[in-house]
């Protein structure tokens, strides 16, 4: 083996070794966010409005997860929870809309009551029954209802169905949307307490 013969062997094994490293070197393709949206609501007062306007796509779209609307409610005096598992929670007006050839179109977003009450009741333990005082009125979801004194706490307010994200089997992550949130009631016992309307996906990674 001449010099040149050895160099080059020398110089093709340096860049088969330095090729992992180059390679771990590049950035990493970014995580799409958990919470897609969020703005601060007012949840004591009665006629307060967000609105969370998004473009669904492969940038900012998880394709293999689900999304859903929710409150985040702040309690840091730990004081206790203001929607007991014995009472009907708050009730918010929730419409959520698709822009399809111009036009905004209603689409369902079902809270988690409604969600369980239609699965098949043969379904157990996750089929339950519409909650009496649920009212069905147009547009009106429920936020889950919670009991203790947690610093912070997510209530599922909507759920994007599936169909959403799919089509004919494939998944095609394009559309505009939005959903406005509106308080119905006055609520007192919300009134220290810092909220957030979100839209962010329902695995929420241990967070």
């Not at 009212?135 to 979801?141: I, L, P």
């Not at 994200?165 to 307490?193: C, F, P, Q």
Request: neutral net charge; glycine residues 4%; contains cysteine.
């Amino acid at each position: 083996m001449n010099a040149f013969t050895r160099h080059l062997a020398a110089f093709a094994l340096a860049l088969a070794l330095a090729l992992p490293l180059m390679a771990g070197c590049q950035p990493k393709p970014e995580a799409k966010p958990e919470v897609l949206l969020s703005k601060p609501i007012r949840l004591d007062i009665p006629d307060q409005e967000v609105v969370l306007e998004f473009e669904a796509s492969p940038e900012n779209i998880e394709n293999f997860q689900s999304y859903i609307i929710a409150i985040e409610i702040d309690n840091p005096t730990r004081k206790p929870y203001p929607f007991p598992w014995d009472a009907p929670p708050p009730a918010l007006l929730v419409k959520a809309e698709k822009r399809i050839n111009g036009q905004w179109q209603v689409i369902d977003v079902p809270d988690r009551y409604v969600a369980l009450s239609r699965l098949p009741e043969a379904q157990v333990p996750f089929h339950e029954k519409l909650p009496s005082w649920h009212s069905q009125e147009a547009f009106t979801n429920y936020l889950g209802a919670n009991s203790g004194t947690f610093k912070k706490s997510r209530s599922v307010l909507g759920l994007f169905n599936e169909d959403e994200w799919i089509d004919e089997g494939r998944y095609r992550l394009n559309g505009h949307y939005r959903v406005s949130i509106k308080t119905k009631n006055a609520n007192e016992n919300l009134k220290e307490m810092r909220a957030e309307a979100i839209i962010r996906q329902a695995y929420f990674a241990g967070k």
